[in-house]
């Protein structure tokens, strides 16, 4: 298996939990819980800023002292735009499950600028990319032009049969304006869920070159390099991506050979 791929665990409670330390890298981590009802999920981090999101299910949300009422209410990811909550470093966090609920815990280095906010799906920007089998359909949850220190946070469904991260691109360098050094996870669902995806992390040199199976619920890891992703047909493929680096921006090399397709 791929030193990229990680599995869920099987059951319930927190089912992924990637961490700098075991992904070996510097800044993203990422958690998913999966709670019935009456269940908590719960955290805190002096120095990490965390956005969570409302993959499915509901929740009663805690922040510090502040209550925010239920939360949440999408029956997959592949229906309609989520809730998520930003959370500041050094505050305590809690959902507790109304129904069977399905968390995304996202973070990175943070030294508490900002205030905790609930993220309505109202307020969220969609838009789709590319053209023909190319095509996907992007929500942005944490863009770099809204509140935070570090984290960025986009979830993207990808129709079956096309692909999405393509043309290949990578953001593992930091040369701004051309480039910005940005780790990454990629939190994969299929629909159908028996289904899989094909995504690719490779470097020029291909000292990285991994071609990964993923299958519902797996995270890959790209700490470099391009990482292009295909559904099959017949199945549909949703990705919550979550990336973190020196400078919050999202600037991204395309692969020259491939560059030619944006053309086309």
Same mark, same amino acid.
Request: aromatic share 10%; proline share 8%; glycine share 10%.
């Given at each position: 298996?791929?030193?990229?791929l ?7 409670g927190r089912? %992924? ?8 890298w ?24 965390t956005?969570?999101? !409302? ?10 002292h502040? &209550?925010?009422g239920?939360l949440?209410g999408?029956?997959?990811? !592949? ?5 998520s ?5 050094g ?7 109304t129904e ?15 205030p905790?906010?609930v993220? /309505?799906p ?16 992007v929500?942005?949850?944490l ?9 960025l ?9 096309n692909?999405?991260s393509y043309?290949p691109?990578?953001?593992d360098?930091?040369?701004?304006p051309?480039?910005s050094?940005?780790e &990454?996870?990629?939190y ?6 028996q ?17 990964? /199976? ?12 391009? %990482?292009?992703?295909?559904?099959? %047909?017949?199945? &549909? ?6 990336? /973190? ?5 999202w600037?991204? %090399?395309? /692969? ?9």
């Amino acid at each position: 298996m791929s030193p990229l791929l990680v599995k869920p665990r099987v059951g319930g409670g927190r089912v %992924h939990h990637v961490t700098p330390k075991t992904a070996r890298w510097a800044s993203v981590g990422f958690d998913l819980w999966k709670r019935r009802p009456g269940e908590l999920a719960t955290g805190t981090d002096g120095d990490r800023e965390t956005c969570l999101v !409302f993959i499915s299910g509901r929740g009663s949300v805690r922040v510090g002292h502040e &209550e925010y009422g239920i939360l949440g209410g999408r029956s997959s990811p !592949f229906e309609g735009r989520p809730w998520s909550v930003y959370v500041p470093p050094g505050m305590v966090w809690s959902v507790e499950a109304t129904e069977d609920l399905v968390l995304a815990v996202c973070s990175a280095p943070g030294k508490g600028k900002f205030p905790p906010r609930v993220i /309505a799906p109202d307020v969220l920007v969609q838009e789709s990319r590319g053209k023909g089998s190319n095509v996907r359909h992007v929500t942005n949850i944490l863009p770099e032009w809204e509140m935070a220190e570090n984290l960025l946070v986009v979830e993207v469904i990808t129709p079956a049969g096309n692909t999405s991260s393509y043309p290949p691109h990578k953001h593992d360098e930091d040369r701004l304006p051309h480039e910005s050094a940005l780790e &990454e996870t990629y939190y994969h669902r299929i629909n159908p869920p028996q289904g899989f995806a094909f995504q690719r992390v490779y470097t020029d040199d291909r000292e990285l070159d991994e071609a990964i /199976a993923v299958e519902d619920g797996d995270v890959t890891l790209v700490p470099k390099g391009y %990482h292009p992703c295909a559904a099959i %047909h017949g199945y &549909e493929l949703y990705y919550l991506n979550v990336m /973190a680096g020196p400078r919050r921006t999202w600037k991204f %090399h395309n /692969a020259k050979e491939h560059e030619w397709l944006l053309k086309a």
